[in-house]
């Protein structure tokens, strides 16, 4: 079984442009979750979503973010206008929804913003 | 979700287990305890979870006390390879899967 892929692994922005973050979880999970971790700190949840709806997103900023998981496809990460303090690890993590079922994470993906 | 509280950091020799505690003396009867680890900037890898019960697999060992209110993870043969940041993480179940919330974890 393959397991959670994000891509790109590493993607540089300048200000102002926009960044486009992509999850596929593992085969057969329907639950996603995005965390950041900016350096040198911890990970910090931003958002819960489960085919086509979002189920939890109070870890994520109010403005410039927003994350869809559409019926066919990868989740989808989305930052508007980036500044510098958006520089950060971004995982993408996959679960059954099964009572107990842990979650599995990516190797992330490492935003430079220029 | 109740909260946890792990040492900062641990050091273990080579070859030795490694045993890294972790209290949960909130911890409700619907509450599952997980550990993950972080190695450098990786994603974090889940190691092993329980609820009531101690659990092996091939990573590690799952202590829980009877009354739930800590635990111990036993890795049995540290390597260097095994130098991570290890979070101990509780979370219920409330018929939808909730978010884990990382704490700061103990360096090992």
Known sequence: ?114 | DAKTTQPPSMDCAEGRAANLPCNHSTISGNEYVYWYRQIHSQGPQYIIHGLKNNETNEMASLIITEDRKSSTLILPHATLRDTAVYYCIVRGYTGTASKLTFGTGTRL
Not at chain 1, 21 to 29: E, Y
Not at chain 1, 62 to 68: D, G, T, W
Not at chain 1, 86 to 99: N, T
Request: charged content about 25%; some cysteine.
């Open chain 1, 1 to 114: 079984n393959a397991g959670v892929m994000q891509n790109p692994r590493h993607l540089v922005r300048r200000r102002g442009q926009e960044a486009r973050l992509r999850c596929s979880p593992m085969k057969g999970h329907s639950h996603v979750y995005w965390y950041r971790q900016l350096p040198e700190e911890g990970l910090k949840f931003m958002v819960y979503l489960q085919k086509e709806n979002i189920i939890d997103e109070s870890g994520m900023p109010k403005e410039r973010f927003s994350a869809e998981f559409p019926k066919e496809g990868p989740s989808i990460l989305r930052i508007q206008q980036v500044v510098r303090g958006d520089s950060a690890a971004y995982f993408c993590a996959s679960s059954s929804g099964q009572r107990g079922a842990p979650l599995h994470f990516g190797n992330g993906t490492r935003l430079t913003v220029t």
